[in-house]
Structure formats: C-alpha cells, structure tokens
T-cell receptor
Framework: EAQVTQNPRYLITVTGKKLTVTCSQN?????MSWYRQDPGLGLRQIYY???????DKGDVPEGYKVSRKEKRNFPLILESPSPNQTSLYFC???????????FGPGTRLTVT | AQRVTQPEKLLSVFKGAPVELKCNYS??????LFWYVQYSRQRLQLLLR??SRESIKGFTADLNKGETSFHLKKPFAQEEDSAMYYC??????????FGPGTSLSVIP
C-alpha cells in the first residue's frame, strides 16, 4: 500500500531533550516536506527536500534540523526542544512540488 | 511575499445549500493552487488541483488571476462535507504555502 508513515504518533518530552521524528514513504517520491499545524495558523512548512542530499528551509525552520540520506526517509530532528515547539507535525511526499502531496498521519508533540 | 488567505475560520451551511470557501493568494509568478481536505481523524488529502480542472465530490474551483482567488464551490452541501479545508500554493521557490484553513460545518 502506498503510504507515508511517521513515528512516533504521540510524544511528550521535556525541554532540551533531543528527539527525532521519523518519516518514510514507499512511493519513490522525490519531494518531501515537514509541516507543523497550529490552531488558526494552518500548516506551516518547516523544511523540504527536492531530492536526496538536497534540503532547504521552509517558513519556520528555527529549532529544527532534517536530513535526506535516502530517498524514502526524511527525519525531523529537534536538537533542544522548547515548549513553543509543542504542535502537530505532518510529513508529506510528492512526485514533485507541483503534484499532489501525500500526508502522514501526524505526530502530536508536547514539550513541557 | 507569497501568502495564502482564507478569510473564514468557520463556515456553517445547511444541507442542500450552496457552499463557497474563499481563498486568495499573493504571488507574482504563475500559481499552482490546490485544495486539501482533512476529515475528522483522517489525514490531509488532496481535493483538487486547479491544473487538472476536475470536479471531485461535487466540488469545483476556478482560478481567477485578476482577483488572485481560487474559491472552492459546491452547489449542494452534504453532511459528509463537514471537514477542515485548506487552500495551498506551490511556488517556483520550491515552497508550498498553506492558508490557515476553513472549518466547514454542514447542518442537517
């Protein structure tokens, strides 16, 4: 089944404790992206990747890192999480920027 | 700066009534616009792309470059249309910009 998976689905952590949210797709898509969803703000792009080893900042990249060492995986790294990073995070992939994006199920992160 | 606005946070309509969800964009290039929908407890999914000009689940959207709008319309709302709707813009700067979303509630 073609899909985007994210893990974990729920995470509660403390300020400053490094964490990684994994994202994987099995559709051989080149474009992958991370978003955060906050009430009243919609989805805001954190980072995106056009292809392996090519990543770039979205609109809200501060406090986040990503890597794209393999085409299928695009992990989101929070080196030192802070409470303002409490949010719902979505990973998405698509053939290219101008095609339909397929979304993961979301990861709800709480930083205390 | 590129921007997508959806002026209505909440929209309530009666079943069978027409519905229009507004989307306006700010972008100097040639826009690629999408509507995504998120039903309760489900993932975001594509509803339609302007370039394909398809009608999905009875919804249509027309790009109006003069008014920089891409409003979503359906002539007769159904209860199953209740969901969160997002307008999105793909730019030549490789970014995708989403609007803040409109929550549609269809009243039986």
């Amino acid at each position: 089944e073609a899909q985007v998976t994210q893990n974990p689905r729920y995470l509660i952590t403390v300020t400053g404790k490094k964490l990684t949210v994994t994202c994987s797709q099995n559709m051989n898509h080149e474009y992958m992206s991370w978003y955060r969803q906050d009430p009243g703000l919609g989805l805001r792009q954190i980072y995106y990747s056009m292809n392996v080893e090519v990543t770039d900042k979205g609109d809200v990249p501060e406090g986040y890192k990503v890597s794209r060492k393999e085409k299928r995986n695009f992990p989101l790294i929070l080196e030192s999480p802070s409470p303002n990073q409490t949010s719902l995070y979505f990973c998405a992939s698509s053939l290219s920027l101008f095609y339909e994006q397929y979304f993961g199920p979301g990861t709800r992160l709480t930083v205390t | 700066a590129q921007r997508v606005t959806q002026p209505e946070k909440l929209l309530s309509v009666f079943k069978g009534a027409p519905v229009e969800l507004k989307c306006n964009y700010s972008y100097s290039g040639s826009p690629e616009l999408f509507w995504y929908v998120q039903y309760s407890r489900q993932r975001l999914q594509l509803l339609l792309r302007h370039i394909s000009r398809e009608s999905i689940k009875g919804f249509t959207a027309d790009l109006n470059k003069g008014e920089t709008s891409f409003h979503l319309k359906k002539p007769f709302a159904q209860e199953e249309d209740s969901a969160m709707y997002y307008c999105a813009l793909a730019t030549s700067y490789d970014k995708v910009i989403f609007g803040p979303g409109t929550s549609l509630s269809v009243i039986p």
